[in-house]
């Protein structure tokens, strides 16, 4: 039993790994974060210390990254890493892998007081942490779809958002990775869909039956599906995980939680002024290959965003203009 543990905490996190070296994806987050620290290195020489924490850090791929960038940037000195983390194996792991100068501290976003952190960290960054967090809310007990939960759900996420900016200096940015919802409207529309591989037309049943966030229902002709848009976008942005390691855990979770309009919203609330917010599709190969869309009404689905919000506008020597 332990050994089956380790295998799946290795292959776990031998993904999350590679997630950082793809052309696409959370590898975008990297050079986000740099930018954030060497403006604010820019802008106040004086500054003694930039403090930059990776909040749901796990085992610390991407302070490890980011250590070595700034070593190479010789910014390093100035550059103190944190990462926090609720799972005391990954922070282990993290402490005892990487060659990386970092404090690790156990830290639940749900239930810990991130007060006590106010106004300390220059640079937030987290990485598909959000959705786990999203999805632990609606884990909790339901038996049919969780309307009222998501509602909840989203509302807490959007709270934490704020406690999050809380933790930034005044001239702080927050860097966010992680799912995107598609427009809320869309997603009780009907789609229809034909599932091109007939493994995945094999496992459609199992995958769908075994999902236990809502019921998925569904009607199924031959080899056309009709379901929901957003049961739809649940099925694209997690069929990979079906019958890997991870599935007894990617069958409790739903990536895609908040709209763009929400995310904005919810920075909005928390005094954060949105600098860029980028649309990252890195799994559409994936999908085209193994479902087709019928009908031209809808798309297949944006699957994440990367987000930087900051205090207040902050020059830069990129910029070619003023602020806005
Ligand atoms: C999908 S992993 C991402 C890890 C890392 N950011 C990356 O991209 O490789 C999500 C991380 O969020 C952490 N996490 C989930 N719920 C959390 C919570 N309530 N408080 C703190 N961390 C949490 C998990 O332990 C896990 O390390």
């Given at each position: 039993m332990k050994q089956l543990y380790q295998e799946f905490l290795d292959f776990y996190r031998n993904q999350l790994l590679l997630g950082f070296f793809?052309?696409?994806?959370?590898?975008?987050v990297v050079p986000q974060v740099l930018f954030c620290i060497e403006r604010l290195m820019e802008q106040y020489p004086k500054k003694e210390v930039i403090r930059v924490l990776d909040l749901?850090?796990?085992?610390?791929h991407l302070l490890q990254i980011l250590h070595q960038a700034t070593s190479i940037f010789g910014t390093d000195k100035k550059v103190e890493l944190y990462g926090f983390d609720n799972d005391e194996e990954m922070l282990q792991a993290a402490r005892s892998r990487n060659n990386v100068r970092a404090e690790y501290v156990k830290f639940d976003?749900?239930?810990?007081?991130?007060s006590r952190y106010d106004g300390y960290f220059d640079v937030i960054v987290s990485v598909n942490t959000l959705h786990e967090v999203f999805s632990s809310y609606l884990g909790e007990g339901n038996k049919k779809f969780p309307v009222g939960k998501v509602e909840y759900a989203r509302e807490q996420i959007c709270s934490i958002i704020t406690k999050i900016a809380k933790?930034?200096?005044?001239d702080g940015s927050l860097v966010l990775y992680d799912g995107l919802l598609p427009?809320?409207?869309?997603?009780q529309e009907r789609i229809k869909f034909k599932i091109i591989n007939p493994i995945l037309l094999h496992y459609f049943k199992q995958m769908t039956g075994e999902f236990t966030l809502w019921p998925i229902s569904y009607k199924l002709t031959k080899d056309v599906v009709e379901m929901s848009y957003q049961d739809f976008c649940w099925f694209v942005t997690t069929f990979k995980y079906l019958n890997t390691k991870l599935w007894h855990f990617e069958n409790?979770?739903?990536?895609?939680?908040?709209?763009e309009r929400e995310i904005n919203e919810c920075f909005a609330e928390a005094g954060l002024r949105r600098e860029s917010f980028m649309h990252v599709s890195n799994d559409l190969g994936l999908w085209q290959n193994n479902v087709e869309i019928v009908g031209k009404k809808f798309s297949y689905p944006v699957k994440s965003y990367l987000l930087v919000g900051s205090k207040h506008y902050i020059p830069s020597r990129y910029d070619y203009f003023g602020a806005s």
């Open positions: 793809k052309k696409r994806g959370k590898s975008l749901g850090c796990g085992e610390a976003i749900r239930h810990d007081d991130f933790m930034l200096t005044e427009p809320r409207e869309l997603m409790q979770q739903v990536y895609q939680y908040m709209s």
